[in-house]
């Protein structure tokens, strides 16, 4: 007995790596717990996953956090009562289902069937026939379920009622837009390292390499590809000629005007992108990036080793000073934690994981972290602030609130042909097969009469 229930759990155990559908749900289970994100949850799961299925499994995740407004105002009409939290991995199976019915390529059946499956493979026998008729339900009546919901504002936008509003209030023009624009998926964008290459010649190994690509409207070293691909693929990647970024984040470089042998502060520096790009640019700076969590500090060591750049990364939080040697910094890059609200269609989780309440408290640490990091700016130095978010309470209020509270800071206009001007900073907007939403201010600390020295 003993042999048949081991080789029982072997053949369960096999069955659970080829249900795609059944992983998936385990790892977003959590997630709908607010117990993680797709960014900490899915790189487990695609370990556990063959390598022939990881495109299925993370298309599953990233779709269904993506349509989750919607599928959830589904899951609410066909289902009589809903399912408890420790059955919340039947919860994300359904969705799956429904995804999979509403938005892929996948036979109904076979949709059907593998999902079902799933409830069994999750060790859920009971829930099989529930799942069968719910998706059989929706597979005949999809167009009456949707038309009862076409109307409410989550549904038809499929976003949280409290970000359509909030975009209606802040972006009258622009709010339809960030929304479908949300909906989509993200191009891949490259940074060709500048001390390497030129982004001429780097495009022609692209083509060479029979990858299809064009050079960036607005970054100067920015490569759009018409396909994400492995990155394994690009032509000296692994020898740090060229870099994932997207274009607004490309855009840092070059409002912090650098030049050589500056002192550089990257406060909440991780992955490092923006840091390694700006050491590409100007090597001999002496940089310092703090980080306020010891894995994400090791993203931007990573970086910096691949790339073989130089810069000191410190564990610390950017709203103290207790890691600070009192040496001032002529540049400062403080590209704040903030809502990440311009970043949506590439980390879909957002739209479910963030709430109203949370942009008041954001823009509270973004302004300590904004006023600490000021103090640590020389005079006649330049400060730039950033943010992945679209809401103007973590960006141009943040900036006017912070001009309020000093005495010695003046607001430097950003003359560009991107983003929209603001009567603080500039506005991206997430743009169809472009960059993603940004904000930027560049601050300039104002220096006494007796002092010369300008940087």
């Known amino acids: 007995m003993a042999s048949i229930d081991t080789n029982r759990n072997a053949a369960q155990s096999t069955e659970t790596l080829t249900n795609i559908r059944a992983l998936a749900a385990q790892s977003l289970a959590p997630l709908i717990r607010h117990q993680g994100s797709l960014k900490t949850l ?61 938005h892929m390529r996948i036979a109904p059946h076979a949709a059907i069937s593998e999902t079902v ?14 799942l069968n008729a719910v998706l059989r339900r929706y597979q005949r009546e999809h167009e009456t379920l949707k038309a009862a919901l076409a109307e409410k504002p989550a549904f038809r936008y499929n976003h949280p009622d409290w970000f359509v509003q909030k975009l209606q209030h802040n972006w009258p023009e622009h709010w339809q837009q960030i929304l479908n624009e949300n909906n989509a998926s993200a191009p891949m964008t490259l940074r060709v390292n500048a001390r390497q290459h030129s982004r001429e010649r780097y495009l022609q190994q692209l083509h060479d390499a029979g990858i299809e690509a064009h050079a960036c409207q607005f970054a ?29 984040a490309q855009l840092s470089a070059e409002l912090l005007a650098l030049q050589p042998d500056q002192r550089l502060l990257d406060a909440c520096a991780a992955p490092g992108g923006k840091l390694c790009h700006a050491l590409e640019q100007q090597p001999d700076l002496e940089a310092i990036a703090i980080e306020l969590e010891q894995s994400r500090a090791g993203r931007i060591r990573d970086n910096l080793a691949r790339l073989q750049l130089d810069a000191e990364v410190k564990i610390a939080d950017a709203a103290l000073q207790d890691w600070w040697d009192g040496r001032p910094f002529e540049r400062i890059l403080v590209d704040a934690p903030c809502s990440a609200t311009g970043v949506i269609r590439r980390n879909p989780d957002i739209c479910f994981l963030r709430k109203g309440e949370d942009i008041a408290t954001l823009s509270d640490i973004q302004l300590a972290v904004l006023s600490n990091c000021w103090q640590m700016l020389a005079p006649g130095g330049r400060l730039v602030y950033a943010t992945c978010s679209i809401f103007p309470q973590e960006n141009e209020r943040l900036i006017a609130r912070f001009l309020k509270q000093v005495g010695d800071a003046s607001h430097q206009p950003i003359v560009a042909d991107w983003g929209i001007e603001r009567p603080l900073g500039r506005q991206l907007m997430p743009q169809p097969d472009g960059h993603d939403g940004f904000y930027y201010c560049v601050l300039t600390k104002n220096m006494c009469s007796d002092e010369k020295h300008v940087f």
């Open 117 to 130: 499956a799933g409830a069994r493979v999750l060790g859920k026998e009971w829930a099989t026939g529930l």
């Open 220 to 248: 100067a070293e920015g490569i759009q590809l018409a396909q994400p691909c492995d990155v394994g693929t690009l032509p000296g990647f692994a020898d740090g000629t060229v870099s994932v970024q997207d274009e607004a």
């Open 42 to 102: 899915l790189p487990g799961a695609l370990a556990r996953c063959p390598e022939r299925d990881r495109a299925l499994l993370q298309q599953l995740c990233y779709g269904v956090m993506r349509y989750h407004p919607q599928l959830s105002l589904l899951s609410r009409k066909l289902l009589k009562k809903p399912f408890a939290s420790k059955d919340y991995d039947l919860l994300v199976l359904l969705w799956s289902g429904l995804y999979q019915l509403e």
